[in-house]
């Protein structure tokens, strides 16, 4: 069976489900998305890693990835194998120098190794047709900008020395997300004098 390769496309908290998260898969070549909820300590996991921030210690998929290295094991790929039950399921395809070993795992934990790993991320036609849905690009873009807006509105009201301060409490607290938002608001603003 042919295998579809996938990117981030994005992660928003989940309207749906209390302390749970929308992950937005996409396909390379196309316009189909497949949204996975995943739980919020796997969205910071993912959200951090994604946004380069590094933690005072190492996390669970931090450890993971060291523990693969020292020992010589890679992850070549990920695959999402299998959607039951409204649960989709994944492996992780790990090569140890000798022999190919693919690892059961939860699809959220496996897309938290493979940004880790750099590896790419890919799921099968029958996964993508019964749980993507189409994009349309037009309404994409629109939906992109308008949630860029939101995010800038809620902290262009804090100078400079504000942000980093929040910036540094947030990174403490561990709320990664928070941190990673604030962050691009500094980016920003490189330059202004505010």
Same mark, same amino acid.
């Given at each position: *069976?042919?295998? @579809? ?5 994005? *992660? ?5 489900? +209390?302390?749970?998260? #929308?992950?937005?898969?996409?396909? *390379?070549?196309? /316009?189909?998305?497949? %949204? ?10 993912? #959200? ?9 210690? %190492?996390? &669970? ?11 010589? @094991? ?6 999402? /194998? ?15 120098? +000798? ?7 939860? +699809? ?11 590896? %790419?991320?890919? &799921? ?17 873009? +629109?939906?992109? #900008? ?12 804090? /100078? ?9 409490? #947030? ?21 202004? %004098? &505010?």
């Amino acid at each position: *069976m042919r295998k @579809i390769q996938l990117d981030i496309k994005g *992660m928003s908290y989940s309207q749906s489900q +209390t302390n749970a998260y #929308a992950l937005i898969l996409g396909e *390379m070549e196309g /316009n189909r998305r497949l %949204p996975i909820i995943i739980g919020a300590f796997e969205a910071h996991a993912i #959200a951090i890693e994604l946004e380069k921030i590094k933690p005072a210690r %190492p996390l &669970t998929h931090d450890l993971f990835k060291s523990f693969a290295s020292n020992f010589d @094991i890679t992850m070549r790929e990920v695959v999402i /194998n299998k959607f039951q039950k409204g649960v989709f399921h994944a492996e992780l395809i790990c090569y140890d120098g +000798t022999r190919e070993l693919s690892i059961d795992s939860r +699809t959220s934990d496996a897309i938290a190794l493979a940004i880790r790993f750099n590896c %790419p991320i890919f &799921t099968y036609e029958d996964i993508l047709s019964e749980a993507g849905v189409i994009v349309d690009d037009e309404n994409q873009e +629109t939906a992109e #900008a308008a949630e860029k807006e939101k995010k800038e509105g809620d902290l262009r009201q804090y /100078n400079l020395s504000e942000l980093k301060a929040m910036l540094q409490q #947030a990174v403490e607290k561990e709320e990664y997300e928070k941190a990673s938002k604030i962050r691009d608001e500094i980016k920003a603003r490189k330059g202004d %004098p &505010t």
